[in-house]
């Protein structure tokens, strides 16, 4: 699978997931068996709910992985688990405006791969200030994309952004114009960071109904009924996307005993 090149040299196959764990600690058992296959090359985590000095590190180390992290207690975090070296590490959007975002954005870069993994708030309800902190959450995120990268590289910004794309991408938008994941004011702020030059990776591959990342506890059999939402994303510049091979979400991590509420969503590069 192209392990451990040196940073100039070709990656061949890479594969990169996405998984909000909704509890890191508490999905270590379903994150065992999955990562036992050896497929997993590239692993961005998001509301991890743990701090860094109880963060699981030999848990990745001992699998392979490097691991870079930060995190809060019972609230946010995020981390990414690498097989290939990483380097460029960052957290937050450098921009000064509030340190305290740093576990919900976390930088790097793999081989010549550039990623930005984002816990985007999910924002209460359209009058709580959480939203509006998350309509100028992807205000920045644009803003460090012109500060820091070129459409013409390879970046690769994912994990859970707490957006319903199009109306396809959630079980009876009808409902839910006025929700904060699909209102027309999130869509949009959404579609100005993509228009910097991003496009959606899985939608290239996958483009039809019923695809989904995220299916609520509080709805009964969700799964089973195909109730979702896809709120869980890989957007990547034009010559990354080309580069891309297929994407798929892994379903049945959300079957597992004690699974989070989303599962883990896989694209694969050919680079």
Not at 169 to 174: K, L, N, R
């Amino acid at each position: 699978m192209g392990k451990r090149r040196g940073d100039g040299d070709p990656l061949g196959r890479l594969r990169v997931a996405t998984f909000n764990v909704n509890s890191l600690r508490s999905r270590l058992p379903i994150l065992e068996r999955w990562l036992l296959q050896g497929e997993v090359d590239v692993l961005g985590l998001q509301e991890t709910k743990v701090e860094d000095r109880s963060f699981p590190e030999d848990f990745f180390r001992d699998r392979g992985y490097e691991v870079i992290f930060r995190g809060q207690k019972a609230y946010n975090g995020v981390a990414v688990a690498s097989r290939l070296p990483m380097t460029e590490v960052a957290f937050g959007f450098g921009d000064g405006e509030s340190p305290g975002d740093e576990p919900r954005m976390v930088r790097c870069t793999v081989g010549g791969m550039k990623i930005i993994n984002s816990y985007v708030p999910q924002g209460k309800a359209l009058d709580h200030p959480d939203y509006a902190y998350k309509l100028r959450f992807f205000q920045r995120l644009r803003a460090l994309l012109e500060r820091d990268h070129r459409p013409e590289d390879f970046v690769l910004w994912m994990g859970d952004l707490n957006v319903v794309p199009t109306d396809r991408d959630v079980t009876h938008p009808e409902n839910k114009r006025q929700h904060v994941c699909v209102h027309e004011g999130v869509r949009m702020a959404l579609e100005d960071v993509l228009s910097w030059g991003l496009e959606d990776v899985f939608r290239r591959h996958r483009p039809g109904d019923g695809e989904f990342s995220f299916w609520d506890y509080r709805v009964p059999r969700a799964l089973e009924r195909n109730i979702g939402w896809r709120i869980d994303h890989f957007f990547a510049t034009s010559p990354l996307a080309r580069a891309s091979t297929g994407a798929f979400v892994e379903r049945e991590l959300r079957r597992e005993e004690r699974p989070s509420d989303h599962t883990a969503v896989v694209a694969d590069f050919s680079l």
